[in-house]
């Protein structure tokens, strides 16, 4: 039998009792037959103290620093793991992120995985031994330094090393029992999907679905490695993520609706005033572009006749937020405009399906399921299989819980129970 990799998020190791269950778990799987390789996030909030404290210290952390604090939240675990299963009387290892062999660039935070090398991996699987490698971490290939690669990546190391290894499967263990047609947390009759194209998640994940990092879903489609996220506080059969072309080899009846997302981590711009004239809003965005901040919906009004003026809107992180702003401030003077809008009171709230594509009126219904909730949109994108909407931040819920009902998506009986977590 293959290789398994499985991926045990906070929640699933957040103290000792949670650490020995998650061994007992990876036994049970080694049972079976298969070689295990396990990535494991650090304990519950472990993280985010670490980062607290941190600004307790320095209200600037240096990123090399800060990465070196960070990535010692995965060690505690990886170690700890291990040894639980030690005393189950099987055989484990932990390895860092550098010691798996997982190279990165050299961008402190947000690191991206360049190329992995797991040799000591698959020595301690040909060893008989389960590896246990801390996620979410990696190593520079130019400065050598510990880098991290973005809140969440644990999940990113999971299928890039199960990619790299040639795994049958990367499993993605949580609290929550697979990916639901919207989040359980806001949706308490949302159903859990049984199968989500790739192309489909990538959606959700790019539309504030947090069940699984973005990264880790385009690693997924690119090395064509099925996912299948499930709980690790249960053993029901989870959400499994396939590759698009395998969906197509298997014609089943698709849904046409996978699920409902939002997002509240976003803030919109508005440029007033700007005038209409070729090359403004390149050299808006190409100011945005330099500050290395990433835009996500554009809307430009049609100009006043009048003035020969318009107003451009767009949406950013909020993280960023201050940083566009002193950027578009700069540029006042050159480009001309009136002033600046700033509101991070905003939330989006998007539906992604791929069985839109082959059915009108998609747009229709979700827009007069938000009318009747008395939901007012700010702003609208859409790609192929997804229609995003901003709206107001406090209407979110709301927004999101009108349109899982229009589009039928409510469970008859409640199957969302979210087993632990803070939700921090
Ligand atoms: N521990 C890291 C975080 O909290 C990585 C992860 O959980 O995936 O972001
Ligand atoms: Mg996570």
Sequence with gaps: MGIVVQKYGGSSVADATGIKRVAQRIVATRKHGHDVVVVVSAMGDTTDELRDLAEQVTPLPPPRELDM??????????????????????????????????????????????????????????DGAIAIVAGFQGVSQDTKDVTTL???????????????????????????????????RLVPTASKLDRVSTEEMLEMAASGSKILHLRCVEYARRYQMPIHVRSSFSTKEGTWIIPDDDAGE??????????????????????VGVPDKVGEAARIFEALAAAEINIDMVVQNISAAATGRTDISFTLPRADGQTAMS??????????????????QIGKVSLIGAGMRSHPGITARFFAALASAGVNIEMISTSEIRISVIVDEAQVPTAVQATHTAFDLDAHEVEAVVYGGTGR
């Design 69 to 126: 604090l960070l990535t010692a939240g995965e060690r505690i675990s990886m170690a700890l793991l291990a040894m639980a299963i030690a005393q189950l009387g099987h055989q484990a290892r932990s390895f860092t992120g550098s010691q798996a062999g997982v190279i990165t660039d050299s961008v402190h935070g947000r690191a991206k995985i360049i190329d992995i090398t797991p040799g000591r991996i698959e020595a301690a699987i040909a």
């Design 150 to 184: 973005g809140r969440g990546a644990s999940d990113t190391t999971a299928v890039a090393l199960a990619a790299a290894l040639g795994a049958e499967v990367c499993e993605i263990y949580s609290d929550v029992d697979g990916v639901f047609t919207a989040d359980p």
């Design 250 to 271: 298997q014609p089943m009846e698709q849904a046409i609706i996978a699920g409902v997302a939002h997002d509240t981590s976003e803030a919109k711009i508005t440029v």
């Design 327 to 344: 950027a578009l401030a700069r540029l006042q003077h050159e480009v001309g405009y009136d002033k600046l809008l700033y509101d991070d």
